[in-house]
């Protein structure tokens, strides 16, 4: 029978690829895919109380990229739907994080270290 560390991960595997798979159905570009999880993973992070970030924790001083209109809809989407279900803050970073890691690994190994970069640059630390 699986600890509850197994079922929890399994958990935030499984809501990671929904929001991947509903983040394909909307963003054609898989490059996007990954800034837009890389951006909602920092703004659910910027909203954090003090004693619930993390060692490790950098406090933004930069911009976060600006997105078009219909990929600004999509985070919209996305951002509004896990806030209503995903009650918890520190529980919605985490999430984001994951499906930014699923859309990495939706890459090529070529596209793959480009976006990561981009993805460092956007969270402050790797997702």
């Not at 895919?33 to 920092?42: D, H």
Request: glycine share 4%.
């Amino acid at each position: 029978m699986p600890d509850q560390n197994e079922t929890i991960e399994a958990g935030l595997q499984a809501s990671a690829d929904l929001l991947l798979k509903l983040a394909r159905k909307k963003v054609s570009a898989r490059h996007d895919r990954v800034r837009l999880f890389a951006r909602a993973t920092r703004e659910a992070l910027d909203v954090l109380p003090l004693e619930s970030r993390g060692p490790g924790f950098v406090l933004r001083t930069w911009n976060l990229p600006a997105f078009g209109n219909s990929l600004q809809a999509v985070f919209n989407e996305v951002s509004g739907s896990v806030a209503k279900f995903v009650s918890i803050p520190v529980a919605r970073s985490v999430l984001f994080a994951y499906a930014t890691r699923r859309a990495l690994d939706d890459l090529s190994p070529d596209e793959r270290q480009v976006a990561l970069d981009e993805a460092v640059a956007i969270i402050g630390t790797p997702p």
